[in-house]
């Protein structure tokens, strides 16, 4: 009986295999096999195409140049469509590449209350180092010689060497604000500009290092579902050594078109099962982004966006050979970029996605975020709103934040801070407010500029934030 069971059970299954193929034409295991492959292609790719995003944003929308800076003149507003950035600081970034020699990068020492947050990357968006106040020089300045794959060339005296295994990279470099006047929003620029990129060969008498103003370009690296998505996703294997915890994707990257030395240029029927693939992608990470993070305090909307192994991975240079959480970074860089050496020490960050009932944010409603007095901050906090399709900042709006900096804030007898967002300003709180648009959703992050103890002791504790009727 039992030889007859599982003969029966056999039979079951081979017909069902049977019937199964029968439904598929010649083509359809080709293209499926794209298709799932363009998933995981994604998925691990997703870090480095957002970086290569932002550099052809640069390359084709400005005169800037790789080994120069670009930087923003002014706060952030939504012509910069980068992931999840920061209104609340003068932006500066530096894309360096070592393949004509090792780059050096000098961030200046911390005057008075002039000082920036930097953060160095390769192109795999892992963190190389930290510098700045809270950074490995701890605001003495520092001179950075950033060294090719592989080099075994001796570190002059006075630099720190950062040996990154790409010979892309880049730097951000936030150049804190007092205030959002015209006078120190002049005074953040000019400091960040005494950040110096020049090639080692030419320390002995460094040229001056080129900036280039981007705040009026629509500079939007936002990730793009679809087969440009693997157009970038070449640029990279094209142009970087292949990482030892990555060959196993050379195969199913050829298999999609994409191999070191040749071109990619796929057919109609491949570019749509590309095309295919990185929409399926884009739901499934979104569903996982949907599903939330850790809570940052019990029972709270408050989550923290940093997954704890992507961080350990981070930390370790994802040279931990048992461990590679490619869907923990696939994550994490869909919906923000740069990667930190010492979260916690200069920013932290918080994201809320719902409301205190557990609903999504809508653009049409009006909310509310109590912001408790003595926030444990030795720099700022902001609370800044993104369009959750993108999370990018939301198109055509005025501003997209209210910190502490702002010095028209209105504050409650108790010394709490009440922030609103919404489509119009409640009566009398338009210096509170941060608009909104309906007819969409949105997400709010909350930044922490050098949380102190009690911020991590959680003694103080961020409100959620609720929905309000509208007056």
């Known amino acids: 009986m039992k ?36 998933v995981e292609a994604v998925n691990w790719g997703m870090s480095a195409v957002n970086y290569d995003l932002m550099l052809q944003e640069m390359l084709t929308k400005t005169s800037g140049r790789v080994n120069q800076i670009i ?223 850790t809570p940052f305090y019990p029972g709270s909307r408050w989550t923290v966006p940093a997954l704890p192994e992507l961080v350990a991975a981070g930390q370790a240079d994802f040279n931990d050979p048992n461990k590679y959480p490619v869907d923990a970074r696939g994550l994490t860089y869909s919906f923000a970029y740069i990667g930190i050496k010492r979260l916690g020490a200069g920013q932290f960050y918080l994201i809320s996605i719902k409301d205190q009932d557990g609903s999504a944010f809508d653009g049409g409603n009006t909310y509310r975020l109590t912001v408790p007095p003595n926030p444990p901050v030795e720099q700022y906090w902001s609370a800044t709103v993104y369009d959750r399709a993108t999370h990018a900042l939301i198109r055509d709006l005025p501003r997209a934040s209210r910190s502490s900096q702002i010095r028209e804030m209105q504050k409650n007898a108790d010394g709490s801070v009440d922030v609103y967002f919404g489509p119009q300003a409640p009566a009398g709180k338009e210096s509170n407010w941060v608009p909104t648009k309906p007819g969409g959703q949105f997400e709010v992050m909350f930044r922490a500029y050098a949380p102190t103890k009690v911020f991590f002791d959680k003694t103080w504790r961020l409100s959620d934030i609720e929905k309000v009727a509208a007056q």
Not at 10 to 35: C, Y
């Open 71 to 293: 930087y923003w003149s002014r706060p952030l507003d939504w012509h910069n469509q980068t992931l999840t950035p920061n209104p609340d600081a003068i932006y500066f970034m530096a894309f360096f590449n070592t393949k004509i020699g090792p780059i050096v990068v000098e961030v200046p020492p911390a005057d008075g209350d002039s000082s920036l947050n930097a953060n160095f990357v390769d192109v795999w968006q892992i963190p190389l180092e930290d510098a700045g106040r809270y950074g490995v020089d701890k605001g003495a300045g520092v001179k950075f010689l950033i060294l090719p794959p592989g080099s075994g060339d001796a570190v002059p005296t006075g630099y720190t060497p950062l040996r990154p295994a790409t010979f892309g990279g880049y730097v951000l470099l936030r150049s804190n604000l007092a205030s959002h006047g015209t006078a120190d929003v002049a005074k953040s620029v000019a400091y960040g500009k005494q950040t110096k990129v020049y090639p080692l060969a030419q320390a002995g008498n460094p040229p001056p290092t080129i900036f280039t103003d981007a705040a009026d370009v629509v500079f939007d690296s936002t990730i793009r579902y679809d087969a440009s998505f693997f157009t970038s996703l070449d640029r990279i294997v094209q142009s970087e050594p292949w990482m030892p915890r990555d060959r196993a994707m050379i195969d199913p990257l050829r298999s999609i078109g994409i191999e070191k030395g040749k071109p990619f240029n796929p057919d109609a029927r491949i570019r749509a099962a590309l095309d295919a693939g990185a929409r399926e992608a884009n739901a499934w990470l979104d569903s996982k982004y949907d599903a939330g993070f």
């Open 3 to 38: 030889m007859l069971l599982i003969s029966a059970v056999a039979l079951v299954a081979a017909n069902s295999q049977v019937s199964f193929a029968q439904t598929l034409t010649p083509d359809q295991p080709a293209q499926r096999s794209i298709e799932r492959r363009a």
